[in-house]
């Protein structure tokens, strides 16, 4: 089981994200990225976060630690955003918290090299989640102390959005053509021999006893938040056996000179300073 915590403040919000992730203080003394339950795509991202997070952690991934948060509403009553007040007030309870990497830089590829081995192990792992979120567009990974860090997993596994159809869904191939690291010949192979072996039922159960039931609960068609586990490990496991041969990139991979840079300008300065070096 997670870790949890209580909020005990509300610091600011993260604009960046589509769900209005906040940043709060906790009774651990921690300061947390949190993702609210009650915003507006609803407990599905937040049991994708734990599912796909904790499968990365559990993969040597760098992901940052989750933790649950108990959340008083009472904490957003001082808040002068509305939209933020409306929020915490529709949030009360349990909710996710990421550990905030105080000081990271957003990932920019045009300043910021990856090994093939670590692109491909990426990749891949986004690949077997169906992430359609790791885009040059929206990168969602971090630069901290010189490492890549991946964050922001809400828009994963899209099948568990209308099981009905969840077995045909997952067995589509992955086009990483528009991958944030795309440019940096991911060993895709590599990856798959390194990784593949490591997706068992056992690692899978055991990440998905990590989602609170009370996320699970009540899902059309399940008699229980087991069923609901149950079906998330059936899934995975089933695409982590084939999903390297289903991993597309378009025709040519592009290069990092294609996508423009979302470095800050002080960073693209910097970058080329040492390139002329």
């Excluded at 919000?13 to 921690?30: H, N, Q, T």
């Excluded at 990784?195 to 009370?214: G, S």
């Excluded at 999903?243 to 002080?266: M, V």
């Amino acid at each position: 089981m997670l870790p949890e915590v209580t909020a005990t403040r509300y610091v600011t919000p993260l604009r960046e994200g589509g769900s209005l992730p906040g940043i709060v203080e906790a009774d651990d003394l921690g300061t947390y990225v949190m993702k609210f339950i009650g915003a507006g795509q609803g407990r599905k991202t937040l049991v994708a976060e734990v599912i796909c997070g904790q499968l990365g952690r559990r993969l040597g991934l760098r992901v940052p630690d989750l933790v649950r948060i108990q959340l008083d509403p009472v904490i957003g009553l001082g808040e002068p955003d509305e939209e933020v007040q409306d929020l915490l007030k529709a949030s009360g309870g349990l909710n996710l918290g990421m550990d905030y990497l105080p000081g990271s830089l957003g990932f920019d590829p045009l300043a910021f090299e990856v090994g093939s081995a670590e692109a491909g192990h990426v990749v891949w792992f986004d690949a077997l989640i169906g992430n359609v979120d790791r885009s040059w567009r929206n990168p969602n990974m971090l630069v901290w102390h010189g490492k890549l860090w991946l964050i922001d997993h809400g828009a994963t596994m899209i099948w568990h959005h209308s099981w009905r159809g969840a077995q045909a869904v997952a067995a589509k191939p992955y086009d990483a053509s528009d991958h944030a690291l795309a440019p940096f010949a991911p060993d895709i192979e590599a990856a798959a021999e390194a990784l593949a072996p490591r997706i068992t039922e056992e690692l899978l159960t055991e990440v998905a006893a990590d989602v609170p039931d009370e996320w699970l609960t009540d899902e059309p068609g399940f008699d229980g938040p087991d069923a609901v586990r149950r079906r998330y490990v059936e899934l995975l496991l089933e695409r982590a056996a084939t999903i390297s041969d289903r991993i597309t990139f378009g025709g040519q991979r592009p290069s990092k000179e294609d996508r423009p840079s979302r470095a800050p300008e002080w960073l693209r300065i910097w970058v080329e300073g040492k390139a002329s070096e």
